[in-house]
């Protein structure tokens, strides 16, 4: 029974659990992300400690110009890297519930768009919500960039599920 992935919901208390277990994955990834959408969060307040963590495991001291350079680099790759697992817990959430594809190659492509849809929401809507915070700014650039990690995560599931079960 490999062909079939898509499993309709069942009724009841094991509809709920199933239900939960699709959903509450995405809730926790958006959790985060509002969490790290503080003033807390910015650059000026995780620009120290990064920097001592990263000196003692390189066993290397920067100099202010490199250090902000390399302070970019890392805050860009989380937003690329944590934007790609919120598209895959969004894709998985779908695949897990979406009732309105006839067929496994069609549950597909909408898990994968609606993954997308999500991903490009919710990081439109934390770049807009950092354009009323003091420390912080909002950008577009950030937006694409989230939107990177959620397209090479979309794509690497999509070779995946290519090569396990074809089509």
């Given at each position: 029974m490999s062909g079939s992935l898509a499993a309709p919901p069942v009724p009841g208390r094991r509809g709920f659990l199933h239900l939960a277990s699709a959903w509450v994955p995405v809730l926790f990834c958006v959790l985060v992300i509002s969490g790290e959408s503080t003033p807390y969060f910015g650059a000026d307040h995780t620009s120290g400690p990064l920097q001592r963590?990263?000196?003692?495991?390189?066993?290397?001291?920067?100099?202010?110009?490199?250090?902000?350079?390399?302070?970019?680099?890392?805050r860009k790759c989380g937003h690329?890297?944590?934007?790609?697992?919120?598209s895959l817990a969004w894709f998985r959430a779908f695949w897990m519930t979406w009732p309105f594809a006839q067929d496994r190659n069609?549950?597909?492509r909408s898990a994968h768009g609606l993954a997308m849809l999500g991903t490009l929401?919710?990081?439109?809507?934390?770049?807009?919500?950092?354009?009323?915070?003091p420390n912080r700014t909002?950008?577009?650039?950030?937006?694409?960039?989230?939107?990177?990690?959620?397209?090479?995560?979309?794509?690497?599931?999509?070779l995946w599920m290519r090569k396990r079960f074809g089509n």
């Open positions: 963590l990263v000196e003692f495991l390189l066993h290397r001291h920067f100099t202010q110009p490199q250090w902000w350079r390399l302070h970019i680099l890392i690329f890297t944590g934007y790609g697992i919120l069609g549950l597909r929401f919710i990081a439109s809507c934390d770049e807009f919500h950092q354009l009323f915070l909002g950008s577009i650039w950030d937006v694409m960039v989230d939107c990177a990690g959620g397209l090479l995560m979309q794509s690497l599931i999509w």
